[in-house]
């Protein structure tokens, strides 16, 4: 359980950033964790993700009980349970609960915070049309104002934020690695405004978040420096922040264009850049690292539970996000001249992160699978 006692992380609001839980679990919900969390450490926000749903549900016998319900209802006419219909009901459950808990942080933010995210399937990465159809319906079954709608930044993942924004949805985007990838989000995003101004509709309730991955970038980069020579060995635990400040950089050029201004004189609400992916993997490096190098105003970081407890302990909080920028641009550059372009780098980690949801996505509706049956044998 997280510590109720906030320290540092109070801070951060003050500094402009939103504070965001990176997780989600029944017993969270209902034992008053989260209220606690919200309460006294300034969360105003929950992230969830299909590997999320995987520990919590397999982990935990919170879930017996609706599980077993879907039991004793019996199974369908092939003799299987339907995992998929059981998975939904948790996670739209889950989902509700978050979003009623943070609804006050969403009225009195006026929409900027207290969202819940729910992902797509990972299995609709590279399908637009799947990914729309999915999402409209999650947003109409969850039937929450605070609901976000978690969207791959795929090729395909692409003109489904645009179409979705323009419907009125609230869409976090998902599993973004690059600067360049993050303007095409952007874009979309902004065309899908420009879509919904064009045919009459409202700007003011419609929010988004770019979600840019952080540790697995430096995973995959430092990798390869290992590979190399002592200049190499210079650039470790580099990349990722420098990426963030980059794309810090585009999201401060575009909200003071004029096309955005266009939409803001209509209420529209910027595109906020949200931290994910902050655990530190590399033991040598500080267990903060994400977020104290990333700290500024029109920001979102979202923090699994350890990193709340470590930071609410040692965090250091100041404005550095615009910090170091020469070096941010200078790394690129440097990178490429040992052989390793970025773009390359996004690329991969986005196949690499649409498979690590998709496994365990699937694990989970095995087990889900496994536990009906076992439970309708039990009697339970």
Not at 197 to 220: E, P, Q, Y
Request: negative net charge; contains cysteine; proline residues 3%.
């Amino acid at each position: 359980m997280i510590s109720q006692h906030a320290n540092q992380l109070r801070s951060l609001e003050g500094l402009g950033q939103s504070l965001w839980l990176d997780y989600i679990e029944r017993a969270l919900l209902v034992n008053g964790e989260l209220e606690r969390l919200i309460r006294d450490d300034g969360i105003s926000g929950v992230t969830s993700n299909p590997a999320i749903f995987e520990k919590a549900i397999s982990q935990h016998a919170e879930y017996d009980a609706a599980i077993a319900e879907f039991a004793r209802r019996g199974p369908d006419a092939q003799k299987n349970y339907d995992a998929h219909k059981i998975y939904e009901e948790l996670v739209v459950e889950d989902v509700r609960l978050a979003a009623d808990l943070l609804r006050n942080v969403y009225d009195t933010s006026r929409r900027r915070d207290g969202y819940v995210s729910l992902e797509v399937s990972p299995q609709f990465a590279y399908d637009t049309a799947a990914t729309v159809a999915e999402a409209k319906r999650l947003w109409d079954r969850v039937a929450r104002p605070n609901l976000m709608i978690k969207v791959p930044a795929t090729r395909a993942g692409l003109p489904a934020i645009r179409q979705l924004i323009a419907t009125g949805i609230n869409v976090n985007v998902t599993l973004l690695f690059g600067v360049a990838r993050y303007r095409e989000v952007a874009e979309s995003y902004l065309a899908g405004m420009e879509d919904r101004l064009a045919n009459g509709a409202a700007l003011d309730h419609v929010a988004s978040v770019a979600s840019f991955f952080l540790s697995r970038i430096d995973t995959l980069v430092d990798g390869f420096l290992d590979r190399d020579g002592a200049q190499a060995q210079a650039l470790r635990g580099r990349a990722a922040i420098a990426c963030a400040r980059l794309a810090y950089q585009e999201y401060q050029g575009l909200v003071s264009s004029a096309r955005w201004q266009a939409l803001a004189t209509h209420g529209a609400r910027s595109q906020l850049l949200l931290w994910a992916s902050t655990s530190t993997k590399d033991p040598a490096y500080a267990d903060v690292m994400y977020v104290e190098a990333l700290i500024g105003p029109d920001t979102v970081n979202t923090l699994p539970p350890e990193t709340i407890v470590a930071y609410r302990d040692h965090g250091n909080p100041a404005l550095r996000l615009e910090q170091e920028l020469e070096a941010a641009r200078a790394l690129p550059g440097q990178l490429a001249a040992l052989g390793l372009d970025l773009d390359t780098v996004s690329d991969e980690l986005e196949h690499q992160g649409v498979q690590k949801f998709i496994e365990p996505y699937e694990r989970l509706l095995a087990t889900l699978a496994r536990r009906a049956t076992e439970l309708a044998t039990s009697g339970r």
